[in-house]
């Protein structure tokens, strides 16, 4: 039979065959960290519940052996495997910890999953505003007094959701926050998506359960090697019911877990466990090499050249953030002409390239990367930027907007799509906003405003692209 007829087959082997240098998740990067028995064997490990193989959701033998393990290498007490990504590892920590009507403290940047686990469990959301850096255009983090602040103003909430690190690799000063909610006897949860690596080097920022946490949920295929879903939410301490938690995982996720999924789990733990410390020294010294070759060669910048503001305690040294405004592109363009060169990365915005980078990357990895960079100044011409003083229109509102109902509620309404122009006055039923800064401007249940709509239009108009509209121009609403 020819692959022609099978389109996502045809488009996956010809991605593989380019030999694209891949600077994106998942960490495994191909598999180039993966033992061969287990790459030669895919196939044949995909199993189901047989004898000898466990049952992830009434874990007795060998599932139950991995997951003690991970607790053990995590610092957790309990770890499950979610092999739904940290999507319904973020869900399963809500929905564990809160009841319906419940008040839970989330940042306006957090992933789309918290707001999916809001109107499965009518959790009611009280929004922090994370601090926003206009001179580069991008959110950064949330501060310990707006935390201590809307904790002052809603007593009765549950607890606190914090993002740590965000995608650019920022940091929060999460034992301040820690010692903030658990002073209130509250709970602390943590989307530490990005940090699954964290406890397996010293130099890198402290993990999550290393400073209190509750509960916390890891993507390990973001930067361990492992494949893409699979995921650890880890608990820990008296305040909350694990076997709760393990409740709601069965709820959420399949009822036929991928055994392979599971298993990259246990390989990117044992793998961390014995050679992290060394890996990650050979990564951050790589990283350091590409660093000190961007900016000498082309000029270069990265997250390390700027302001950290109060609200950034660390940075990860293993995520690879550019700059390319002094190429004269934006992010988006550099993004395209690097793809073009045989590099692809996992993101760009208006005037950076974030690479992710892992444990299977090596010095021929980055060489590459630095070597395709430093040939793209001969295709810019053409392609430069106005004057950059034009992006400076680009105002940012910290401003929330007013809930009108809760995100179940709107969902649940009946819902139109009408033009961006025509929603303001009415209740948004999505997750609406902008890149920069990918924080969202309206969230399910908000009241639509002028200011707000112009502010998304004008960001649009600069460069910045929307994100949450339907068929790319329509915003969902309650009907009326």
């Known amino acids: 039979m020819d692959i022609n007829n099978a389109p996502l087959v045809k488009a996956l082997m010809e991605y593989v065959k380019q030999g694209t240098i891949r600077f994106h998740m998942p960490g495994h990067k ?14 044949a490990g995909d199993v189901t519940e047989i004898p000898g193989m466990d049952n992830l959701y009434c874990p007795a033998g060998v599932i139950a052996q991995a997951q003690m393990l991970a607790a053990k290498a995590f610092g957790a007490h309990h770890t499950f495997f979610m092999v739904n990504g940290s999507t319904a590892g973020i869900q399963a920590m809500i929905m564990a910890a809160c009841k319906p009507g419940d008040k839970l403290i989330v940042p306006r940047n957090s992933h789309r999953s918290v707001w999916a686990a809001m109107i499965l469990a009518d959790v009611k959301p009280v929004y922090i505003q994370p601090r926003y850096d206009q001179e580069n255009f991008m959110a950064t983090q949330i501060l310990v007094q707006d935390v201590q602040r809307a904790l002052d103003e809603n007593p009765d909430a549950v607890g606190v959701l914090v993002v740590h690190p965000n995608y650019y690799g920022m940091c929060s000063h999460l034992k301040q926050i820690e010692r903030v909610v658990h002073g209130r006897g509250k709970l602390l949860l943590v989307d530490e998506a990005h940090g699954a690596h964290f406890i397996f080097h010293p130099d890198l920022p402290p993990s999550a359960g290393e400073l209190g946490a509750d509960m916390w949920v890891q993507s390990a295929h973001k930067t361990l090697p492992a494949l893409t879903q699979a995921a650890y939410l880890h608990v820990k301490g008296p305040r909350v019911d ?24 246990d ?82 915005d208006i005037y950076r390239l974030v690479l992710i980078c892992s444990v299977a990357d090596d010095r021929a990895t980055f060489k590459a990367l630095v070597e395709r960079l430093t040939n793209l100044i001969e295709k810019l011409p053409g392609h430069r930027l106005g004057p950059r003083a034009e992006y400076n229109k680009m105002s940012i509102s910290q401003e929330i907007p007013q809930q009108m109902m809760s995100p179940r509620e709107a969902f649940y309404s009946i819902i139109e799509n009408i033009p961006i122009r025509e929603s303001v006055g009415r209740i948004c039923a999505g997750i609406i906003g902008a890149y920069p800064p990918g924080v969202p401007r309206f969230c399910p249940g908000e009241l639509i ?8 239009l004008n960001i649009q108009r600069y460069g910045g692209t929307l994100f949450g509209l339907v068929k790319n121009s329509l915003v969902p609403v309650v009907s009326e």
């Open 30 to 43: 191909g598999g180039k960290a993966f033992p061969k028995e287990f790459l030669d064997n895919l196939a």
């Open 242 to 265: 694990a076997k709760r938690v393990a409740q709601v995982i069965a709820m959420l996720q399949t009822s036929s877990p991928s055994y392979l999924i599971m298993a990259s789990l």
């Open 267 to 348: 390989w990117a733990r044992a793998l961390m466990e014995a050679e992290g410390k060394a890996l990650i020294e050979r990564l951050m010294q790589e990283i350091h090499y590409a660093k000190a070759r961007l900016r000498s060669h082309i000029g270069l910048l990265t997250i390390n050249d700027y302001d950290k503001g109060e609200e950034v305690e660390a940075l990860d040294p293993t995520r690879l953030v550019l700059d390319v405004r002094p190429l004269g592109i934006t992010g988006y363009r550099a993004e395209k002409l690097l793809r073009e060169a045989g590099v692809q990365v996992e993101m760009s």
């Open 449 to 456: 405003d002028k200011e707000g709509i112009d502010e998304l």
